[in-house]
């Protein structure tokens, strides 16, 4: 079957640091992927998107990478603060139903 | 701004017991989602819905069920609750346009159930 999965369960990154997040899928027919921020006792918020025509995308201190050649994503934050603090899931979707896998999570810890 | 609204932040239940899980959408969105949130596991869609009075079933839809009489309003039963239902359940919703800004989800803020 498909699956969506994640490098790293955990990140501990110093504040002020840049991080990385990574995300493997494998399902090529996948053309649009999501990550999402969820912060304790909370729902998972939208990050960023970015579509299977793009390489890269950039938000307010986010970047996503997309490398279709070898099926990985990845979520970059510049210059991370306390605040960012969460679990971090990427996602895809693949077909007309806006149904979505999601991979298990990566927490982010940053240290003051 | 945006919401999707689950009635309960926290529940905690017998077993045994008939669960109502309630979430609301105020942005007219068509496409209605609950999920179930475990340690490990990531987020497992339970049932789905892309219209009124229309379900679909997710992954793992053994011992739930559903109801969409309204679009803004999709609940989740639990017919009979058991521990092992135990877990953070969360709503979104979506809209049926793609390539439209945020074609992803927006989720509720969840609501975590202890079967007991």
């Known amino acids: 079957g498909e699956s969506v999965g994640l490098h790293l369960p955990t990140l501990s990154v110093q504040e002020g640091d840049n991080s990385i997040i990574n995300c493997a899928y494998s399902?090529?027919?996948?053309?649009?992927f999501i990550w999402y921020k969820q912060e304790s006792g909370k729902g998972p918020q939208f990050i960023i998107d970015?579509?299977?025509?793009?390489d890269k995308r950039q938000g307010q201190r986010v970047t996503v990478l997309l490398n279709k050649t070898v099926k990985h994503l990845s979520l970059q934050i510049a210059a991370t603060q306390p605040g960012d603090s969460a679990v971090y899931f990427c996602a895809e979707l693949s077909g007309g139903y806006q149904k979505v896998t999601f991979g298990t999570g990566t927490k982010l810890q940053v240290i003051p | 701004d945006v919401k999707v609204t689950q009635s309960s932040r926290y529940l905690v239940k017998r077993t045994g017991e008939k669960v109502f899980l309630e979430c609301v959408q105020d942005m007219d969105h068509e496409n209605m989602f609950w999920y179930r949130q475990d340690p490990g596991l990531g987020l497992r869609l339970i049932y789905f819905?892309?219209?009124?009075?229309?379900?679909e079933k997710g992954d793992i839809p053994e011992g739930y069920s559903v109801s969409r009489e309204k679009k803004e309003r999709f609940s989740l039963i639990l017919e009979s609750a058991s521990t092992n239902q135990t877990s953070m359940y969360l709503c979104?919703?979506?809209?049926?346009?793609?390539?439209?800004?945020?074609?992803?989800?927006?989720f509720g803020s969840g609501t975590r159930l202890t079967v007991v």
């Open positions: 979104a919703s979506s809209s049926h346009a793609p390539l439209t800004a945020n074609y992803g989800y927006t």
């Open positions: 399902n090529s027919a996948s053309d649009y």
């Open positions: 970015i579509r299977s025509n793009m």
């Open positions: 819905s892309y219209d009124v009075k229309m379900k």
